[in-house]
């Protein structure tokens, strides 16, 4: 039980953990930015995640050279909120 009390809490401040991770996951960090800014935007049940925290922490990251590239990051988190969005609009529509 302590183990989802721990997820829950990585996943609702991924903003205070995204330099560890960083770190810690290297390259496959793209992926979970990726997904978390796709479901804040395209899943109907997950506007509780830290989107807007993390943009910033991302990008702070970023410009003080903390092992994120801004020229794989902006295009990226890009695509991933116009295709949460456009699929949030979908669910919608059906």
């Known amino acids: 039980m302590e183990w989802l009390l721990m997820a829950v809490d990585v ?3 991924l903003n205070r953990y995204l ?3 960083v770190t810690q996951y290297g390259v496959w960090i793209y992926a979970i930015l990726f997904l978390i800014i ?3 935007t395209g899943l109907v049940v997950a506007p509780f995640l830290p989107g807007d925290s993390l943009l910033f922490v991302a990008g702070t ?4 050279g903390g092992g994120l590239e801004v020229q794989w990051l902006i295009p990226m988190l890009i695509a991933a909120s116009f295709g949460g969005d456009n699929t ?3 669910i919608g529509h059906h």
């Open 61 to 64: 990251l970023a410009a003080a």
């Open 38 to 40: 796709f479901a804040e």
């Open 19 to 21: 330099e560890g991770c």
């Open 11 to 13: 996943v609702l401040h």
């Open 88 to 90: 949030n609009y979908w």
